[in-house]
């Protein structure tokens, strides 16, 4: 088996001045196809919701309605895709546990690395590989983590740029090597 791993053009992907006005925004990339994972997180979204006011969830890809929370959905678009999750905080990077999401290469956490956000993602698959909890991102293993992981992010503007900071690093050095 030969693994190829996928890359992001790290000098087009770039941070943008992270938003200082308005919401605290999370930011998902995917389809329609994977929009389940996300969903699953829906309660713990919907009670951040209610407890963070103004909490925005920017969905590219795909369309998702919660009580309790501003969803905005966003067709995916080469052209916009980038500035879009730029003008984000907290990237989300939901997934299963089963043989086909084992087989998936993690792109959407890439990509919020790239950009220099702060990251939550399931702790499944090659996303264990791709980020270290605490370091340049969270990894969650269950409903509570996943809940203090984001609640800790909504509330803490210095601990998602430190987040973020790294995972650019992180990202960086591993182009580097290769």
């Not at 407890?51 to 919660?66: K, M, P, Q, S």
């Not at 003008?87 to 890439?110: M, N, S």
């Not at 909890?133 to 601990?159: K, Q, S, W």
């Amino acid at each position: 088996v030969e693994v190829i791993p996928t890359v992001v053009d790290s000098e087009l992907w770039t941070p943008a001045p992270p938003p200082r006005d308005g919401p605290v925004r999370l930011v998902w990339i995917g389809s329609p196809s994977t929009l389940r994972y996300l969903e699953a997180w829906g309660p713990v979204l919907a009670r951040l919701g209610a407890r963070h006011a103004g909490l925005e969830l920017h969905v590219i890809g795909a369309t998702l309605v919660l009580p309790g929370l501003r969803c905005v959905s966003h067709a995916w678009s080469a052209s916009t895709e980038r500035m879009l999750a730029q003008r984000c905080h907290i990237g989300l990077a939901p997934l299963g546990d089963g043989d086909w999401e084992r087989g998936k290469c993690g792109l959407k956490l890439l990509l919020y690395m790239a950009l220099g956000l702060a990251a939550v993602a399931t702790h499944s698959g090659v996303q264990s590989e791709i980020v270290t909890t605490g370091e340049d991102g969270e990894l969650i293993d269950n409903e509570a983590a996943l809940e203090a992981a984001l609640d800790r992010l909504v509330g803490d503007a210095d601990r998602r740029a430190e987040l973020g900071r790294a995972a650019r690093f992180v990202g960086a050095e591993s182009e580097l090597s290769q």
